[in-house]
């Protein structure tokens, strides 16, 4: 699976985004697809994750609420809705794909398989 995530960009806090990420490859809908970030000098973080067929979506508390989620399996791709961002929602944000079920292990980065290369998401106070 090849990933490649867009819509990143310059916000102002309390602006909105939504990041999208495409994938190719191998069937798309067989994997549960997550979102991950990495500020400066910080480790990267999950941020949400949404199942093979979107009926099960997972947040980190610090988004629960402001960011949603969603995948279009027909257009092989996954949305991250971001709203009332916030400076410290600052980060590069990466999609990833990973196989088998979704469970609480689909926090941990290394719980996937395909990585996109990150699109950066800077929000100004």
């Known amino acids: 699976v090849q990933l490649q995530a867009f819509g990143g960009g310059l916000v102002q806090a309390g602006g909105s985004l939504r990041l999208s990420c495409a994938a190719s490859?191998?069937?798309?809908?067989?994997?549960?697809m997550g979102w991950f970030r990495q500020a400066p000098g910080k480790e990267r973080e999950f941020v949400a994750v949404i199942s093979w067929s979107g009926g099960t979506t997972d947040y980190a508390d610090s988004v629960k609420g402001r960011f949603t989620i969603s995948r279009d399996n027909a257009k092989n791709t996954v949305y991250l809705q971001m709203n009332s961002l916030k400076p410290e929602d600052t980060a590069v944000y990466y999609c990833?794909?990973?196989?088998?079920?979704?469970?609480?292990?689909?926090?941990?980065?290394?719980?996937?398989?395909?990585w996109g290369q990150g699109t950066k998401v800077t929000v100004s106070s």
């Open positions: 990833a794909a990973a196989a088998g079920l979704l469970s609480i292990r689909s926090r941990l980065p290394r719980s996937y398989d395909y």
């Open positions: 490859g191998r069937t798309f809908s067989s994997y549960n």
